[in-house]
Structures are given as structure tokens and as C-alpha cells.
């Protein structure tokens, strides 16, 4: 298994290519090590609507470090107390939330650099066990990617200003949060024309400015779709929901069962 971290996201996104990933809902660490197995570029876990808690995050990002797989952590929050916590513990970077602004943008690129870049402190808790702890800050900043989740109309408005933050990664866009925002419900983008063109126009700008742009996406088919219209990085899976469409299809197979 090639260990996939920061470093390989980076050389996906060099080549112009998409990187595919599965997001964790799911707190068991045994589980977060066999989808840290697969194949997928990248794993990231969800601390803000998944059932993993700040305190599942030691197991759960040391089964995934085992596997090969430094993953990324969406926080609960734009707070520098947890994105700081979630890069110790190795993560190789974060989906911060709801940032609505610059201001926002900077406050989490700062809790990913060391300073003078930043405003990270330093105290890796894995110096005594693990050779990578140490490192100096200068390669963990050059390491830790800082993405920004773009899902509210105020995020839409203040995008150019956001997108000229320094040592920002990229924007990650939440489309289900986004629509709402933006007044439309639980449409998709498959369903209505304002949606897909908001989508686009994101894409379109976050591509002009230079930086890889991400999309949530409810299926792989989305993904696929979204990859060929520019987006660099697609959320195609849910392990919680793989393993709910798994059981159901084995289920299907067996002669003479009721139907699930």
C-alpha cells in the first residue's frame, strides 16, 4: 500500500488529475482502517455531522496512519483549538466548515502554519513514538493541507476574497448547505438549473484563481460528471452507507428472503 497523505493529493492535483475519496461517518476505528485500505485517494473523517467525537480521533486517524493513509478531519467548527488537535494527531489536513469570509480563511490557514507563517503550536504527541513527529515546521506546514468548505450565499459573495488568502489549498464545496443558503432547498443540480449553474460558478472561479476546488457528491456518477467538468477532488462514498447498500445487496441475493 502507497501511504497517501498531503504529499499525494499534492502530485494528483500537479497532474491535473482528480483525486477520489470515501468520507467516515462511522466511529469504529477497525472500520476507519479498512476504508483507509481501499484504493480511493483520500479518506476524510467527519467530526461535524458523523458520529465520530474529538475523542475518537486518536484511534480512529491511527488505524488509517496504520493502513497507509493519513487522512483529512473535517472539524466541527472554524476553531484553532480543533483544527490544530486534529493535525497533531495526524491528520494531513482539514475541511474547515462554514467559512463565510477572508477573515474566516485566514483564521484556519493560520491554525495549519507554524509560525511566523502561522498561528500553529507546536507540540506533536507522537514525538516519542513516531519518526514523522519532529519534523521541522517548516515541512509540516509545507505538508498540511488547509482546504475551506464554500456552503453559504455569504461564502459565494466573499469567494474572490477568500480564494486570495494566502496558503490557502483550495475550497471544498458542501452543494446540500449551498442550496439552501442560496434559496433553493434540497435541490440538486440534476433537478434545477439555478443549482447547476451556482455549482459552476464556484468551480469556474476557485479553477481561475488557481486552486484545486472539491465537491461533495451523492454518488459516484456525480463524481465522475463533476471530475470532467474541472473539480479536482470528489467525495463519491459514505462508509456508513457502504456498508448499509453491501448488506442489502447480499441480502438480495439469497434465494426465497423477503424483501429488505
Request: proline share 7%; aromatic share 4%; charged share 20%.
Amino acid at each position: 500500500m502507497t501511504a497517501r497523505d498531503g504529499a499525494h493529493l499534492r502530485e494528483v492535483w500537479r497532474r491535473g488529475a482528480t483525486a477520489y475519496g470515501v468520507w467516515s461517518v462511522l466511529a469504529d476505528a477497525a472500520v476507519g482502517e479498512l476504508v483507509a485500505a481501499s484504493a480511493f485517494d483520500y479518506v476524510c473523517v467527519d467530526l461535524q455531522h458523523g458520529l465520530a467525537s474529538p475523542a475518537d480521533l486518536p484511534g480512529l486517524l491511527t488505524g488509517m496512519r496504520a493502513a497507509g493513509r493519513a487522512p483529512l478531519v473535517r472539524p466541527a467548527w472554524n476553531e484553532p483549538a480543533q483544527l490544530m488537535r486534529a493535525l497533531d494527531l495526524g491528520a494531513c489536513g482539514v475541511v474547515v466548515p462554514m467559512v463565510e469570509s477572508a477573515d474566516d480563511a485566514r483564521r484556519a490557514v493560520a491554525a495549519c502554519r507554524y509560525p511566523p507563517a502561522g498561528a500553529r503550536s507546536w507540540g506533536p504527541p507522537w514525538g516519542d513514538v513516531r519518526a514523522d513527529a519532529g519534523r521541522p515546521p517548516a515541512e509540516q506546514d509545507a505538508d498540511a493541507l488547509c482546504l475551506v468548505m464554500v456552503e453559504t450565499r455569504s461564502a459565494v459573495d466573499a469567494l474572490d476574497e477568500i480564494l486570495a488568502v494566502p496558503g490557502l489549498d483550495g475550497v471544498y464545496v458542501g452543494p446540500n448547505d449551498l442550496a439552501l443558503s442560496c434559496g433553493h432547498g434540497r435541490a440538486g443540480y440534476r433537478d434545477s438549473a439555478a443549482v447547476d449553474a451556482l455549482l459552476t460558478d464556484v468551480v469556474d472561479r476557485c479553477r481561475g484563481a488557481g486552486l484545486v476546488v472539491g465537491l461533495h457528491c451523492a454518488d459516484p456518477a456525480m463524481g465522475v460528471e463533476w471530475a470532467g467538468r474541472g473539480v479536482g477532488m470528489v467525495t463519491v462514498a459514505q462508509d456508513g452507507t457502504l456498508l448499509r447498500t453491501a448488506l442489502a445487496g447480499t441480502w438480495a441475493t439469497l434465494p426465497g428472503v423477503p424483501a429488505g
